[in-house]
């Protein structure tokens, strides 16, 4: 890469709280007053401090406000160099295997083939077509990737409905939106009280301080998984099954419960 491995940095931006109109909006993906990947907000609300971070929905159906949203699943594939299709350092191809602009945000990784450059070596994905991802030109590859190389690309802030058992570094946090359309940004709770959870039906009747983890997408009460399936936990029981309950969630300490 261009860059020395100790000067890895790209787009350097200030940490600080976002201000928005609407936390429980979405966003279109063009729209100019949305987020930044990854932006976060800071509020302090009667349910005390809350920390909030923003997402792009990749899910055709759109996702309800008060899921739990997970990260989405790795993208691979091999490169290919068919008519038209360009690799060099700052491009590579995979004839049909994009959703043109979803890959765009994310981190493509040319995955280890060999010991020649550029396995190992990431990219910032900046625009893709169908077929075709333009990387960052501020944090180029070494070398053109080679026609077979495997490459994944690992959506930092791209998020969709959460799966059962989900471990915690994959859970993305709680949407406070009804994001109807695939693409579009959204706020997520990663830290503090939420009065409104979605509850796995699934899941045993919540009693207090009873540890929470990812379900079908929503929250699932349960105290037997080990804590990198920590989220959270629910500091009031309910009398019967719940569907929707208050639930603290931590991913921005990510403290985890005693297997």
Request: charged share 15%; aromatic share 8%; net charge negative.
């Amino acid at each position: 890469m261009a860059l020395a491995t100790r000067d890895a940095l790209l787009n350097v931006g200030l940490l600080q709280g976002h201000s928005m109109s609407d936390l429980l909006a979405s966003y279109a993906y063009t729209s100019f007053d949305r987020p930044h990947f990854g932006e976060l907000t800071w509020l302090r609300d009667n349910f005390g401090l809350r920390i909030f971070r923003a997402v792009r929905i990749l899910q055709s159906a759109g996702m309800t406000q008060g899921e739990l949203a997970d990260r989405v699943a790795l993208v691979t594939g091999t490169v290919t160099a068919a008519t038209g299709e360009l690799n060099d350092t700052t491009h590579f191809a995979d004839t049909t295997n994009w959703t043109a602009n979803n890959e765009e945000g994310k981190i493509a990784q040319i995955n280890v083939a060999g010991a020649a450059a550029p396995q190992g070596q990431c990219g910032y994905i900046v625009d893709n077509t169908a077929s075709q991802v333009t990387l960052d030109s501020g944090y180029p590859l070494s070398a053109a990737p080679e026609v077979d190389d495997t490459y994944s690309d690992w959506g930092i802030h791209h998020a969709d409905d959460a799966a059962a058992g989900t471990d915690q570094i994959d859970v993305m946090g709680i949407v406070m939106s009804d994001p109807g359309v695939t693409g579009d940004f959204a706020w997520v709770q990663i830290y503090g009280f939420h009065p409104g959870v979605i509850v796995d039906a699934s899941g045993p009747a919540i009693t207090a301080n009873l540890a929470g983890v990812a379900g079908a997408a929503a929250v699932l009460p349960r105290n037997t998984e080990t804590s990198e399936d920590f989220i959270g936990f629910f500091p009031m029981a309910t009398s019967s099954t719940a569907t929707v309950a208050g639930f603290f969630l931590d991913l921005w300490l990510r403290q985890a419960a005693l297997a």
